[in-house]
């Protein structure tokens, strides 16, 4: 009986201590979730002026216009200019001129609904910015932002991502000089590599802001690399005594003693509770008035996009077992697996076969990115879940799978040469 109570008590420390070490990692990634919403903006430098211009494309009735937003500051003390007047001039691809509108200010902002020839022309058009105040009169070229180019200087993004770079490399290298390279192979690390570029790269590449602000599959593609592709290679690169080496041994000693983060590494690593969050997460955020509010406010974006990591790792510490702890029976593990499945395939089915576009945060984007509809978008983001899906988890069912069924069938052969040689 004593020994039994032994065995439990360390398989539960074992398993606390894996669930916060993961969770190092996990929160590290949550925490540098940002996203970013809001209008694009663009700093244009005209002499001593700082011209800070939001430029889109609208419908004003059947035509096209582009919504030009901007202030003006001065550039050496940052100082608002006052009384400034404002023009743009606009011209074609091949240099003829357009027009050329004054651009009222109210207030120090300058708004002018200026006519294009459609949504998507609005980016080959050029600009001249003019403007007359105190400080005199300069000019500049406006060029609206390249999509394609954007990519984002985060620095809590990065900081995090050194930060699990270092957790990593610490129990990579420890295990290294104790010569256990088996746990430690440069296999694992180009998995570490390659989940970690998975969870930072989609918050600081394009994709970023194409997702959040021109197409809904995008922003899937987005969800599932940081929620759910990202979390499971982490994972599956620590497995083992790797997992235990990456936090500092004073650490691990404390957290595996510390009776409330058994409780609560047990309790989370319950399936109900692991698939439950799974649901919230997924589930919740895309209804489409909570998607929506997401996608217009930055801090319910940030905890958007960190309720999907945690979900992931969550889930993935079911399946993968990164302790070795033989909490779930491969069974019970592939029926973890299935319920997320299902739950996804749900959600997916719902954005394929839906008749209409569900979120008017994308449907009423002007500018068409790829000429995709809104409804033809929303369909391509539940092909991307359902693939994405697919792709891990019909992976690792194959992985739990075909083992089981080579060690049956060798059983079987085992059985019938006995039954011969009888």
Same mark, same amino acid.
């Given at each position: 009986?004593?020994?039994?109570?032994?065995?439990?008590?360390?398989?539960?420390?074992?398993?606390?201590?894996?669930?916060?070490?993961? #969770?190092?990692?996990?929160?590290?990634?949550?925490?540098?979730?940002?996203?970013?919403?809001?209008?694009?903006?663009?700093?244009?430098?005209?002499?001593?002026?700082?011209?800070?211009?939001?430029?889109?494309?609208?419908? @004003?009735?059947?035509?096209?216009?582009?919504?030009?937003?901007?202030?003006?500051?001065?550039?050496?003390?940052?100082?608002?200019?006052?009384?400034?007047?404002?023009?743009?001039?606009?011209?074609?691809?091949?240099?003829?001129?357009?027009?050329?509108?004054?651009?009222?200010?109210?207030?120090?902002?300058?708004?002018?609904?200026?006519?294009?020839?459609?949504?998507?022309?609005?980016?080959?058009?050029?600009?001249?910015?003019?403007?007359?105040?105190?400080?005199?009169?300069?000019?500049?070229?406006?060029?609206?932002?390249?999509?394609?180019?954007?990519?984002?200087?985060?620095?809590?993004?990065?900081?995090?991502?050194?930060?699990?770079?270092?957790?990593?490399?610490?129990?990579?290298?420890?295990?290294?000089?104790?010569?256990?390279?088996?746990?430690?192979?440069?296999?694992?690390?180009?998995?570490?590599?390659?989940?970690?570029? #998975?969870? @930072?790269?989609?918050?600081?590449?394009?994709?970023?802001?194409?997702?959040?602000?021109?197409?809904?599959?995008?922003?899937?593609?987005?969800?599932?690399?940081?929620?759910?592709?990202?979390?499971?290679?982490?994972?599956?690169?620590?497995?083992?005594?790797?997992?235990?080496?990456?936090?500092?041994?004073?650490?691990?000693?404390?957290?595996?003693?510390?009776?409330?983060?058994?409780?609560?590494?047990?309790?989370?690593?319950?399936?109900?509770?692991?698939?439950? @969050?799974?649901?919230?997460?997924?589930?919740?955020? &895309?209804?489409?008035?909570? /998607?929506? /509010?997401?996608?217009?406010?930055?801090?319910?974006?940030? #905890?958007?996009?960190?309720?999907?990591?945690?979900?992931?790792?969550?889930?993935?510490?079911?399946?993968?077992?990164?302790?070795?702890?033989? &909490?779930?029976?491969?069974?019970?593990?592939?029926?973890?697996?299935?319920?997320?499945?299902?739950?996804?395939?749900?959600?997916?089915?719902?954005?394929?076969?839906?008749?209409?576009?569900?979120?008017?945060?994308?449907?009423?984007?002007?500018?068409?990115?790829?000429?995709?509809?809104?409804?033809?978008?929303?369909?391509?983001?539940?092909? @991307?879940?359902?693939?994405?899906?697919?792709?891990?988890?019909?992976?690792?069912?194959?992985?739990?799978?075909?083992?089981?069924?080579?060690?049956?069938?060798?059983?079987?052969?085992?059985?019938?040469?006995?039954?011969?040689?009888?």
């Amino acid at each position: 009986m004593h020994a039994i109570s032994v065995h439990r008590s360390a398989r539960s420390s074992r398993l606390a201590v894996a669930v916060c070490a993961a #969770f190092a990692l996990g929160a590290i990634a949550a925490s540098g979730a940002s996203a970013h919403t809001g209008e694009p903006r663009s700093v244009v430098k005209a002499g001593p002026y700082r011209i800070v211009i939001s430029a889109g494309p609208v419908a @004003v009735g059947r035509r096209s216009a582009l919504a030009f937003r901007s202030t003006i500051s001065e550039r050496a003390g940052g100082a608002d200019v006052a009384g400034a007047a404002m023009r743009i001039a606009v011209s074609n691809r091949s240099g003829s001129l357009r027009g050329i509108y004054r651009v009222p200010g109210y207030g120090g902002i300058y708004f002018l609904n200026v006519p294009i020839p459609s949504a998507d022309s609005w980016r080959s058009l050029g600009y001249r910015i003019e403007v007359d105040g105190p400080l005199g009169a300069f000019g500049a070229e406006y060029v609206p932002p390249n999509l394609f180019d954007e990519w984002l200087f985060e620095p809590v993004v990065l900081a995090m991502a050194g930060l699990g770079s270092a957790l990593f490399l610490h129990g990579f290298v420890r295990l290294r000089r104790r010569r256990r390279a088996d746990h430690a192979s440069f296999g694992r690390l180009v998995l570490f590599a390659l989940g970690l570029c #998975f969870m @930072v790269g989609p918050l600081v590449s394009p994709l970023d802001p194409i997702g959040d602000h021109y197409l809904l599959s995008a922003h899937m593609l987005q969800h599932v690399l940081i929620g759910d592709a990202g979390p499971a290679l982490i994972l599956l690169s620590v497995r083992g005594p790797l997992l235990f080496f990456t936090l500092p041994r004073r650490l691990l000693r404390i957290l595996g003693h510390t009776a409330w983060v058994r409780r609560v590494a047990a309790w989370l690593l319950r399936p109900r509770v692991a698939l439950g @969050v799974w649901a919230l997460a997924y589930g919740g955020w &895309h209804i489409p008035v909570l /998607y929506d /509010y997401a996608t217009t406010h930055q801090v319910v974006h940030d #905890f958007e996009h960190a309720s999907f990591v945690v979900a992931g790792f969550l889930v993935w510490s079911l399946l993968i077992d990164p302790a070795g702890s033989s &909490h779930l029976s491969r069974g019970r593990r592939l029926a973890v697996a299935a319920s997320v499945f299902a739950m996804g395939t749900v959600i997916s089915d719902i954005l394929v076969f839906s008749l209409h576009p569900l979120y008017p945060v994308y449907a009423e984007q002007a500018e068409r990115i790829f000429s995709l509809s809104a409804l033809r978008d929303q369909q391509l983001a539940g092909v @991307v879940m359902s693939v994405e899906q697919g792709l891990t988890l019909g992976t690792f069912a194959a992985v739990l799978l075909v083992p089981a069924l080579r060690d049956r069938r060798r059983q079987r052969e085992f059985v019938a040469g006995r039954e011969r040689l009888a």
